[in-house]
């Protein structure tokens, strides 16, 4: 951010599925919040294929995943959590998510948005990601750029009252090698945990704060903090 510009104020997380963000980038986004930013997260599925349980329904999963999601963002603080509302595990980077992602980036106009990377990363032999992952990162993006700027990409975005906006910086969270900017969650990390257990249905509770401490460890030993989280850094305009 350029000197002259006025700071940041809002910023906004779009990811698949409900508890990604926390994963990602709860103690950043506990960070802005605390300092009084006003921040979204954008959810794309509806979380229903998330449990290993046999008496477990869909409907009754989404409803759980929800509540959960609603009660981790007031925990971080958030202005709001938008549910986009597509199937678990079935998305693509359609047209449709893309218009649907630049409607809530025209409607809350974030100066930084956080998003996954749309890239498959097959050297970390444990996890290759998840495909929604991919999809929501590959369609966040363009979203970002340049549908949300554009003014005739979407006619019935304007049709709803929904003028363009130019996001100033995108930042891909799980960058790691390639990440160039890093935040010192360190004051943030104890909120930051409390709210992914929050994530009941998902997360381990006795082990959920030591995996996500010991991730904000690893990120932080490359650059001199004691917890950090790595992000790769897109300036726009």
């Not at 449990?51 to 409907?59: I, K, L, N, R, V």
């Not at 929904?162 to 995108?170: A, G, Q, S, Y």
């Not at 360190?186 to 929050?198: D, G, Q, R, V």
Request: glycine share 10%; with cysteine.
């Amino acid at each position: 951010m350029a000197e002259n510009e006025e700071p940041f104020r809002r910023g906004m997380v779009i990811m698949a599925h409900p508890d990604d963000a926390e994963w990602s980038c709860a103690g950043t986004v506990a960070k802005w919040c605390a300092e009084g930013w006003e921040v979204i997260f954008v959810l794309c599925t509806d979380g229903s294929k998330g449990s290993s349980d046999p008496a477990m329904t869909g409907e009754k999963l989404v409803k759980i995943r929800e509540k959960e999601q609603r009660n981790s963002g007031k925990v971080l603080g958030l202005k709001e959590v938008v549910f986009l509302g597509y199937p678990d595990s079935y998305l693509e980077p359609t047209l449709d998510l893309r218009r649907d992602i630049a409607r809530e980036i025209r409607r809350y106009k974030p100066d930084v948005v956080v998003v996954g990377s749309p890239s498959r990363d097959t050297e970390k032999g444990y996890y290759v990601s998840h495909p929604d992952h991919l999809a929501a990162g590959e369609a966040a993006l363009s979203a970002i750029f340049p549908t949300a700027r554009d003014r005739m990409t979407f006619p019935e975005l304007l049709e709803e009252g929904l003028e363009p906006h130019e996001v100033r910086e995108v930042w891909v969270a799980g960058g790691g090698d390639n990440s160039d900017n890093f935040i010192d969650v360190e004051p943030y990390l104890e909120t930051a945990i409390s709210a992914l257990k929050c994530h009941k249905s998902q997360v381990d509770q006795e082990h959920a704060g030591e995996w996500f401490r010991q991730g904000r460890i690893s990120t932080g030993k490359k650059v001199g903090m004691a917890y950090a989280e790595g992000f790769k850094r897109i300036p726009f305009g």
